[in-house]
């Protein structure tokens, strides 16, 4: 047991310390970051320029609302890009929207937006300029009108500024959530994107990382480190201490991994401001601490089943092109498994998909995905939980039996019928 | 005295060979003890059982007196590879740290040793601590001075080396054995496999002879020349054999066997042949002889008979030159 930790430790360590650990560490929220917030900052990128303050306001209508939008402008996300406001009779419309145009042509100022006469019930507003095809910018610009419009009729009805100001001050957030037959909760169409990435980080941290304990294995093999290593601790221990070990850094990895993407999904809204884009206002799905914990198994149970199976291909092969061909099976599993993700996700009650859920090799993928899309009877889970656990009992004990003998081998990869012999001989 | 290692009656038996059969050995406290055998002929198999690598088919091991497979008791043992290597990317401090963290060693403890040393094989000198230099920038001889710290820095009771001297530079190699005798004097058992007779008949305080598997002989030095049977003569004569004395060479109640090199003639003496005999014979048939001495046999010659008899296709005999 002192053992086990000892060389697991040592695995984890070295591993830690590499450069490579840091780099990927950091990689990855930065890229799951990148993935979320890159798209949301083009599409709207424009609109937050306080650019979009720097426009002529020219007013024809005579009731003032031009300086009033000019100040709604000039506050807000605007910042210091202060609108030009032009009082100008319906005479002299032409030659300051020319004037206009040419500034805007020129690019000191980004567009012009006159207020025509205010008529009822459609009043002439419009608006030119550069940034015209932003919709965004477009419809905040529309919203500041529409609102001092409003304002304008209540004040000419008669009521009070003071008023005016305090009904129509509104900040509108709506919230969505999506309701479906299969109940409610989060907001449908990202918890189903949630269990997609969920099922791909999965496959993603079961590949790496099982191909991570393949190549110690073969390092220590080919190195003949392990000759000396044997002395010292049985090869079963070594081969645990392993997977516990390089588990660990899986754990590390994704724990850090995941608490930053989360940490940065929970306060988009203060980087999009400082983006100067609107937050988007869809809500986390729910995670049940129930459900995390079953998450947590699946990888944890996956991952060993598939480790200790490269662990073997590591140990049974001498050299590079061995391994690439030996670990073919092993792999077509992994990878077959990760092509039902997205037909499972689709349609996650099909039989397809409850077939796969009993399958060792295909569960650990398949199973977190069904169960973050729709309830599980509790038998189900147990079921495939029971034959997932069985697997992992018999992949290990495989390995291990191949692995010892494999560890010391040097030369020719095994044949079928050594393997077997490996595995039925004793120590 | 209890010994170092005692083996009882092992056996084992891989999927198309037999490795090791029905072996027994003592082995005793406080002796350089060689394991020699041909290649092949199972010493690494049996170290690898020693060590309780592998399991025996049948049979029981002890070390110091306690079954080898109980917790602990293979921590007692250090162990140097014919096959080396070391974790690459490692600094040396970290892999030698955690080779004696694994026999035992308390960390501390450990790293106190692994400084003594390394300053005592000169990876740390004035110029430079290699001790902080990861594995892979180290020459192939420092690499090797890495290993012989891994096996010893637990300070183990007994020591196993599988076959140490191949491929030691002569400066490792020099080290190696001044390494082993300072161990021996400090009362540790040292055993180590090799098949170069010219180093185990320096280095050995007994040894055992196998061949395919079984015990061909064991027992101290001289007690396993003397068990070998023959007795030599070293034999120079002045103008060499021709002078009517190969008559007396080729007599077979006299001499089983010569070996001319040119020099000095050795011959085997037939078991019961008396040597004055055949010195009075070669005097009266008119030899001029110039040395006549009576030698025992030579652990390297020992070693060829003794394998040669069971695999008489010369087999064993390239073995020992390689």
Redo the contacts between chains.
């Keep these: 047991m002192r053992k086990l930790w000892i060389v697991a430790q040592r695995e984890f360590q070295e591993r830690v310390r590499s450069r490579w650990f840091v780099v990927s560490t950091v990689l990855v929220p930065a890229f799951l970051g990148l993935v979320i917030f890159i798209p949301v900052y083009f599409t709207s990128t424009t609109a937050a320029s306080p650019e979009m303050a720097r426009i002529t306001i020219i007013d024809v209508s005579g009731s003032g609302i031009g300086e009033r939008v000019a100040a709604r402008l000039d506050s807000g996300v605007t910042g210091t890009m202060a609108p030009r406001y032009e009082d100008v009779a319906p005479a002299a419309l032409a030659a300051a929207e020319s004037t206009a145009t040419r500034e805007v042509i020129a690019g000191t100022r980004k567009g012009y937006l006159v207020l025509g006469p205010l008529l009822w019930p459609k009043p002439d507003v419009r608006y030119s300029g550069s940034n015209a095809t932003s919709s965004i910018e477009m419809s905040k610009l529309q919203r500041i009108v529409h609102d001092e419009l409003i304002a304008t009729r209540l004040r000419s009805a008669g009521m009070d500024p003071d008023q005016v100001q305090s009904l129509t001050a509104l900040d509108l957030q709506m919230s969505t959530e999506r309701l479906t037959a299969r109940g409610r909760g989060g907001s449908g169409e990202i918890g189903s994107i949630v269990a997609f990435i969920v099922a791909f980080v999965l496959y993603l941290t079961i590949f790496i990382y099982g191909q991570i304990v393949m190549r110690g294995v073969m390092e220590e093999k080919q190195t003949r480190v392990a000759e000396t290593v044997v002395s010292s601790v049985r090869p079963d221990t070594l081969l645990f201490g392993k997977i516990l070990g390089v588990g660990g850094v899986a754990a590390a990895q994704l724990g850090i991994s995941a608490l930053a993407t989360l940490l940065l999904i929970q306060n988009r809204a203060a980087v999009m401001t400082r983006l100067h884009v609107q937050a988007s206002n869809y809500a986390l799905p729910h995670v049940a601490p129930g459900m995390g914990a079953l998450l947590i198994v699946y990888f944890i149970l996956g991952y060993i089943i598939y480790s200790s199976l490269f662990a073997a291909i590591g140990s049974m092969v001498s050299s590079e092109q061995d391994a690439q061909q030996v670990q073919m099976p092993v792999m077509l599993l992994l990878v077959i498994t990760a092509l039902f993700i997205q037909p499972v996700s689709f349609a996650p009650e099909s039989r397809l998909a409850e077939v796969l859920s009993y399958i060792p090799f295909s569960s650990p993928i398949i199973m977190p995905l069904r169960l973050s899309l729709i309830p599980i009877p509790l038998w189900k889970l147990a079921a495939s939980l029971g034959a997932l656990v069985a697997g992992c009992w018999m992949a290990v004990w495989i390995a291990a039996r191949i692995y010892r003998t494999g560890l010391l081998m040097y030369g020719k990869r095994p044949s079928p019928r050594e393997l077997v012999r490996w595995v039925r001989a004793s120590r | 005295m209890t010994a170092a290692v005692s083996i009882d009656h092992i056996s084992k038996r ?2 198309n060979h037999v490795a090791v059969r029905d072996l027994s050995l003592q082995i005793p406290t406080g002796m350089v003890y060689g394991l020699l055998g041909p290649n092949g002929a199972g010493k690494t198999t049996t170290i ?1 059982m020693i ?5 025996p ?1 049948t049979g029981t091991i002890q070390i110091m007196g306690l079954p080898n497979g109980r917790a602990g008791v ?2 007692r ?1 250090g ?12 600094t040396v401090r ?1 892999v030698l740290l ?2 004696a ?4 060693v308390p960390a501390a403890e450990a790293m106190r040793r692994i400084d003594a040393w390394l300053e005592r094989l000169q990876l740390v000198t004035s110029e430079r601590d290699w001790g902080d230099a990861r594995v892979e920038e180290l020459s192939r001889g420092m690499q090797q001075k890495v ?1 012989f710290i ?2 010893l820095v637990h300070d183990p009771d007994v020591m196993i080396l599988d076959e140490p001297f191949s491929a030691l530079d002569p400066i490792n190699a020099q080290a190696l054995k001044d390494i082993i005798i300072e161990l021996k004097r400090a009362g540790k058992t040292v055993i180590f496999s090799t098949h170069l007779m010219e180093s185990a008949e320096r280095l050995c305080d007994a040894v055992c002879i196998i061949a395919q598997g079984a015990k061909l002989v064991d027992g101290t030095l001289a007690e396993v020349r003397r068990a070998h049977g023959v007795q030599q003569v070293a034999l120079a004569l002045d103008g060499g054999t021709h002078n009517g004395v190969s008559h007396i060479l080729q007599d077979r109640t006299l001499v089983t066997r010569v070996d001319d090199s040119n020099q000095v003639i050795e011959l085997d003496l037939a078991p019961s042949a008396d040597p004055q005999r055949l010195l009075r014979a070669l005097i009266e048939a008119g030899a001029v002889v110039q040395r006549f001495e009576l030698v025992q046999p030579s652990l390297h010659r020992v070693f060829v008979d003794r394998v040669s008899a069971l695999s008489p296709n010369g087999e064993a005999k390239e073995a020992t030159h390689a």
């Design positions: 891989f999927a690898r060590l309780d690598v592998l399991e088919d293979v921590d043992v162990y140097l590879p014919e096959e080396r290597g070391l974790y690459r990317r490692m970290r955690f080779l963290q694994l026999k035992g290993q891994g096996a």
